[in-house]
Nanobody
Framework: QVQLTEFGGGSVQAGGSLRLSCIGS????????IGWFRQAEGKEREGVAR????????SLADSVQNRFTISRDNAQNELYLRMDNVKPEDTAKYYC???????????????????WGQGAQVTVSS
């Protein structure tokens, strides 16, 4: 069974930094797309960043470009999201997710993520 668990959520002041991590288990597919999503109160869930399991190529949402960095450690089945220069609008519950698909589909964003973590709250104060 696939299990995804987020770590590192918490409170931080605007302009500060935070790192989220996600540990996965049961991901045995040869091609896996993994990423981060977030959902603020009263808002729809949105994609933040995604990365391919094999090639390590990533794609980030415009709203977090030059501020967030996604990375992964395949050997440890870990996914990371480094958040720098955070803003109040970054406040949301962050989820890690995964799906078996090709690198192309992963980077294009035309994919429905199948496996999800429970989420980790990130609160940015002004």
């Amino acid at each position: 069974q696939v299990q995804l668990t987020e770590f590192g959520g918490g409170s931080v002041q605007a302009g500060g930094s935070l790192r989220l991590s996600c540990i996965g288990s049961g991901l045995t597919y040869s091609e896996v797309c993994i990423g981060w999503f977030r959902q603020a109160e009263g808002k729809e869930r949105e994609g933040v960043a995604r990365i391919t399991d094999i090639g390590g190529r990533s794609s980030l949402a415009d709203s977090v470009q030059n501020r967030f960095t996604i990375s992964r450690d395949n050997a440890q089945n870990e996914l990371y999201l480094r958040m720098d220069n955070v803003k109040p609008e970054d406040t949301a519950k962050y989820y890690c997710a995964a799906v078996a698909t090709s690198e192309r589909n992963c980077l294009l964003g035309s994919v429905a993520f199948k496996y999800w973590g429970q989420g980790a709250q990130v609160t940015v104060s002004s």
